[in-house]
């Protein structure tokens, strides 16, 4: 179904002229009675409001068609249940799916003729609703006035989700070419794995009895091991045995498996693994990405999960839950205990180093392992607050936590992908052993409303300060590590300003732009000389100065520029030069190298120069840099006079010459001002 999606879309964007039609017989399709229900057209039209977004089809005219389509499809679907009535139920597909028009007719009687107006919107139902409207005999007058005016609306609320991403890519397409489908992913993962957990509640939740009853027959029969098992699940056998029993087994078991997957396996199966995982990760780091994971990581602190367990076992307690709070406590104690044991005893290092003392150690996960007892033990006591139907919520909710915070470890590189494997896998056996112990040894029910409230509450407080305190922090310290080349000035000054790359990559390792610029010198300085000279700084990219881009006619000097990665970071300066003679601007960025300067251990910056461009589309209008780089380096040069600067080109390296792509290999080397030249 996908690949035939992307055959559609890509055949839309080949035949613009067409599209038109192809969305009218679309929207007529999806409104069909029955057939809408086997066309996947919500996709579709999510896809062609991207490609209206980036500028492949035009808003209006796609909009009109839509509109036409719905209009035709629910009218002739009218006409089918109103000419056949009741003979309708013998028809394809109604003849299979006789549930459709029963869901239909009940939705109708419940809502009347105002379900023509809810059923365009909602998806199950809206090829079905006309022509039930049509059976049960509803004024054809009424009918085309609510079809024709719902259609108007549908026609939008389809096309704008799918035109608002096209947005967004195209801005990110902007900023880095793999961005955009990094966060996709993300969000993808995310819908996943909540989708997988509510799966997984609605099918093991009714076999649990069952299961328990089986373990109990089991330790039945087993004289010698069957304690640790009975310890849990039998009300009647002491528990606290069975779980220190349960602690060394977890603890020996997570230690073994390690040694044995590192020896056993001639230490590299498990290493190869672990740094494959780990130098992917690091090469999608990006800025954006990087804040979102320190947040994630820091509410797995103890600065905040600690706030958030005290806060619950004070208020299990005070409503007479004592017996639930002590066995959430020892669960705490003994997975805290198990991940210092198996660090200090293991002593595995950690991808960077981060933390003093034990915590210097990787395998396991903390993190992971704290925050699934935390969190994963909330989401099991809370559930009961909810309504059967919702009691998946508490679960989805805290697995989205503790996924985020596990793949937080990995994507900063503070653990291992072993370590938050084990980390995982010990927390939840530890949510799991303790739960069926206190589930089969409870002697006080008490009261079940109020702790995911109070829970709640505790964590955003407790997060929000934390993250805001130390934000600024963390990202220094989880900051992508690189080494510093130190070079002679008069060596780069001549031939070696060849070693630096000569590309801006983007997050794939493509080519995104030419590094047609390389200033050594005080970042300050190297400022105040382009301010000198008429240079500005621009408006600095926030969420007030964004709204910009959302007026009809902008004007590009008070737009704010989108920033620009190079490894994982952006630009350390953005300045922009207004054109004369109606010009278009130019923009200059610079980021941080790997190289300093000797003598003097001078910071060398590389970057590119630019001309700005408007780019308009339905929803935002945007700064764009154009690729005419040849063009913008000549105009830059005059700008310059007074610096020491010379241009040089590139011979060894592929360059752009194709579309609107221009670079010659032309690279201009300058020299900070106020700091006597190299000699050439």
């Not at 007058?141 to 389809?158: D, E, I, K």
């Not at 039998?234 to 060394?248: E, G, I, T």
């Not at 937080?408 to 056996?429: E, K, Q």
């Not at 610096?643 to 670079?663: D, I, P, T």
Request: glycine letters at 8%.
């Amino acid at each position: 179904m996908a690949q035939l999606i992307d055959q559609l879309l890509q055949w839309v964007a080949a035949h613009p002229h067409l599209a038109g039609i192809f969305v009218a017989l679309l929207a007529f399709a999806e409104s069909l009675a029955g057939v809408g229900l086997l066309v996947p057209g919500a996709f579709i039209m999510f896809g062609i409001g991207a490609l209206i977004a980036v500028g492949v089809l035009e808003f209006w005219p796609v909009y009109a068609w839509a509109v036409l389509g719905a209009i035709v499809g629910d009218g002739f679907s009218f006409w089918l249940g109103r000419h056949f009535h009741q003979q309708i139920r013998a028809f394809w597909p109604f003849r299979q799916h006789p549930d459709w028009l029963q869901k239909g007719e009940d939705f109708f009687q419940r809502h009347g003729g105002k379900s023509v107006l809810l059923g365009r919107f909602i998806g199950p139902i809206r090829p079905v609703i006309p022509v039930v409207a049509g059976m049960l005999d509803m004024p054809p007058g009424r009918f085309y006035v609510v079809n024709v005016l719902s259609a108007f609306a549908w026609a939008p609320l389809y096309l704008l989700p799918g035109m608002a991403f096209g947005a967004s890519l195209a801005l990110a397409g902007e900023v880095a070419g793999r961005l955009a489908l990094l966060i996709v992913l993300l969000l993808v993962s995310v819908w996943l794995l909540a989708w997988c957990i509510r799966w997984l509640y609605r099918h093991t939740q009714p076999h649990a009895q069952r299961w328990v009853h089986a373990a109990m027959l089991w330790a039945a029969r087993h004289r010698y091991l069957g304690w640790l098992v009975a310890g849990l699940v039998d009300p009647h056998q002491p528990v606290s045995r069975s779980l220190l029993a349960w602690l060394v087994l977890l603890a020996g078991g997570a230690w073994l498996f390690f040694f044995m997957l590192v020896n056993v396996l001639g230490q590299n199966t498990l290493q190869q693994l672990d740094l494959g995982i780990n130098q992917f990760l690091q090469n999608l780091r990006n800025p954006l990405i990087d804040h979102v994971m320190v947040i994630f990581s820091a509410l797995g602190d103890a600065q905040v999960t600690m706030p958030v367990l005290l806060a619950a076992l004070g208020w299990l307690w005070w409503r007479g839950r004592t017996q639930e709070a002590i066995y959430w406590l020892a669960a705490v104690a003994f997975g805290k205990l198990a991940v210092i044991i198996l660090k200090v005893s293991l002593g595995v290092a950690r991808p960077v180093a981060l933390y003093p003392g034990w915590e210097a150690f990787s395998f396991p996960s903390g993190h992971a392992t704290m925050s699934v007892i935390i969190y994963g033990y909330l989401a099991v006591s809370s559930a009961r607050e909810f309504s059967l139907r919702w009691r998946w919520l508490p679960y989805v909710v805290s697995g989205v936590l503790i996924a985020g915070i596990a793949f937080s470890r990995l994507y900063l590189g503070a653990h291992w992908v072993s370590d938050v494997l084990a980390g995982l896998a010990m927390g939840l056996a530890w949510v799991a052993l303790s739960r069926i112990a206190l589930r089969r040894h409870r002697r006080e029910p008490g009261a079940t409303s109020g702790l995911t409230a109070i829970c709640l509450a505790v964590l955003v407080v407790a997060g929000l300060w934390h993250v805001s305190s130390n934000l600024a922090a963390d990202l220094q310290r989880y900051a992508i590590q690189k080494g510093i080349h130190r070079l002679p000035v008069e060596s780069w000054w001549r031939e070696d300003w060849q070693r630096i790359p000569a590309y801006r990559l983007d997050l794939g390792g493509e080519r995104e732009q030419p590094l047609t610029l390389q200033w050594a010198g005080n970042l300050q300085n190297v400022k105040a000389e382009l301010q000198a000279r008429g240079w500005r700084t621009p408006d600095s990219l926030s969420w007030r100065t964004a709204l910009h881009w959302l007026q009809p006619s902008p004007k590009l000097s008070a737009l704010p520029l989108l920033p620009h990665l190079q490894q994982g970071r952006f630009e350390s300066l953005q300045m922009v030069y207004n054109g004369e003679d109606g010009s278009l601007p130019l923009v200059i960025r610079l980021w941080a190298s790997a190289y300093r300067l000797q003598p003097g251990d001078v910071p060398l910056w590389v970057g590119t120069v630019a001309e700005l461009e408007l780019r308009q589309l339905p929803l935002i209008s945007y700064p764009q840099t154009r690729q005419d780089y040849d063009t913008a380096l000549r105009r830059l040069k005059p700008t310059l006079q007074g610096l020491s600067f010379k241009s040089v080109r590139r011979q060894a390296v592929s360059l752009l010459e194709s579309g609107e792509a221009h670079w010659d290999g032309q690279v201009i080397v300058l020299w900070q001002r106020s700091v006597s030249p190299p000699a050439k």
